[in-house]
């Protein structure tokens, strides 16, 4: 998952035209650094069952080891750091060590995002690569980094941590400030590739490279195999598959396709049957073409997730203000499509979403799921709970924001319908929440189906809640000081 996630990355830095940076880190002697105190004190803020965390500490609390040499043995000396090699628990026991890392990088919004998701640390066990479209950003994670493995007592190796600049052209390098970048007092080296979890991540031609890779692999692995002199090149194939035993991969693909038939037909699969295509009788009585086929299909499978798109969207409370009435597969969002079209608007869009999905964190979802006993009560105003209605239209400490961009949002709708309008239909809040989370929602009933005006709502929108956002950020870390 973690090197797909770097794949996705670069695909979508390549549609988008942007530098996407990479770091790859390298701990030093990783499992052999980890502080036992750390540990266990980590241990014991996950809450797990007392027993379990008692059998760590008696694992790992005055661990004491002595040299064996010749059969002469050393004194004893504490053990103070490090896991136990080859131990079932010892990776998992990392993975705790340095959580706490990637979840200050996320919670600090600084780094890459697929869409909704955070992808800036992409980490499996002691490999870690950070992922940034913003050479300041990578800068900032890499302070992070830095603070977090001296609080920590590990190191970093700065010589064999090295940082990759893909998708770079004349157009978007001109965008970077920064032609160095440094791990505390240590700089950091750009080079053209390096391996992370056995695939080449590489400037230019990375697919190129590693089909190279795996070939020269495969071709070392025949050679090595060859140079036995067990059976000469000119030996016949099917006398290897009866020498060995084993199948062609002809008979692999055989297996596959029989197997798919099988899951098709299997009654627990049931969503097949749902969709609207002809019967296996039908199909054999008059074959359609291939090209015609897979129209066929692609439209029954779009019409069919659309429908259930549809219905589990109106289930779920967190999407109430989301337009569900028309999903078309294969039609992106107007909220990713206009941010897609204006350089800079993809982190604008990122807020939009987390809105429009009701995956904002506010003080009321916070303790809606009981997250911490969390006050609903607006951390700034402290007036009311802090909902999307409250965070959108009402609190006073984000009015100054609102003003900007309320006036233009209202000019746009009242050109397209007429002042009598807004006033009969947007004096009431939850319906300027809902123009504000999605417009689309409002089509028919109150706004008309022009895609230019949407779209010119859609970015005014998107403008309004990402300042509202950062206005709201600046005032909590403020009041926190």
Not at 182 to 195: F, Q, W
Request: charged share 20%.
């Amino acid at each position: 998952m973690a090197a797909l996630l770097i794949s996705e990355a670069h695909m979508n830095a390549k549609r988008m035209k942007e530098i996407l940076f990479l770091t790859a880190l390298h701990t030093q002697k990783a499992f052999d650094v980890v502080n036992h105190s750390i540990l266990l004190d980590k241990l014991f803020q996950k809450d797990i069952p007392p027993e379990i965390w008692e059998t760590n500490n008696e694992m790992y609390n005055d661990l004491t080891s002595r040299v064996n040499w010749k059969g002469q043995h050393s004194n004893s000396f504490p053990v103070q750091q490090g896991v136990r090699p080859g131990g079932i628990l010892s990776t998992h026991l990392y993975k705790i060590y340095i959580e706490d890392l990637l979840i200050q990088l996320e919670d600090s919004n600084i780094g890459l995002y697929l869409g909704t998701n955070y992808a800036g640390c992409s980490t499996c066990a002691d490999d870690i690569l950070l992922l940034s479209n913003s050479d300041e950003e990578m800068q900032v994670m890499l302070n992070v980094v830095d603070t977090y493995s001296k609080e920590h007592q590990y190191n970093i190796h700065p010589e064999k941590s090295v940082l990759i600049k893909q998708n770079e052209n004349s157009t978007n390098s001109r965008k970077t400030s920064i032609c160095s970048w440094s791990l505390g007092d240590r700089s950091v080296s750009e080079t053209d590739k390096a391996s992370h979890l056995g695939i080449i991540r590489s400037s230019k031609n990375e697919n190129i490279i590693n089909v190279k890779d795996r070939i020269s692999l495969a071709r070392r692995t025949t050679y090595l195999l060859m140079s036995t002199g067990a059976l000469p090149t000119r030996t016949a194939s099917v006398a290897v598959f009866s020498l060995l035993g084993a199948l062609p991969i002809e008979a692999e693909l055989h297996n596959r396709q029989l197997s798919l038939l099988h899951s098709i037909l299997a009654p627990e699969n049931q969503n097949l049957r749902d969709i609207f295509l002809p019967s296996i009788d039908e199909l054999l009585a008059i074959l359609p073409t291939k090209i015609k086929w897979k129209q066929t299909v692609r439209y029954a499978i779009n019409t069919f997730w659309s429908n259930k798109f549809g219905s589990l969207s109106r289930e779920k409370s967190t999407l109430i203000r989301l337009c569900t009435d028309t999903i078309n597969i294969g039609e992106i969002r107007p909220v990713w499509k206009t941010a897609t079209e204006i350089p800079g608007d993809t982190k604008k869009a990122i807020t939009k979403a987390r809105i429009l999905t009701g995956t904002y964190r506010l003080q009321a979802t916070k303790a809606k799921f009981n997250i911490g006993s969390t006050d609903p009560i607006c951390p700034l105003c402290k007036l009311e709970e802090e909902n999307f209605q409250h965070f959108l239209t009402r609190c006073p400490f984000l009015e100054g924001v609102r003003r900007t961009f309320y006036a233009p949002l209202k000019q746009a709708v009242i050109d397209k319908i007429g002042i009598d309008q807004w006033k009969t239909n947007f004096q009431n809040r939850e319906t300027l929440t809902q123009l504000i989370v999605d417009c689309r929602k409002l089509v028919g009933s109150t706004l008309p189906n022009d895609s230019n005006f949407l779209n010119t709502v859609e970015s005014i929108s998107r403008n309004l809640c990402d300042k509202l956002h950062q206005q709201r950020l600046t005032q909590i870390i403020a009041l926190s000081l």
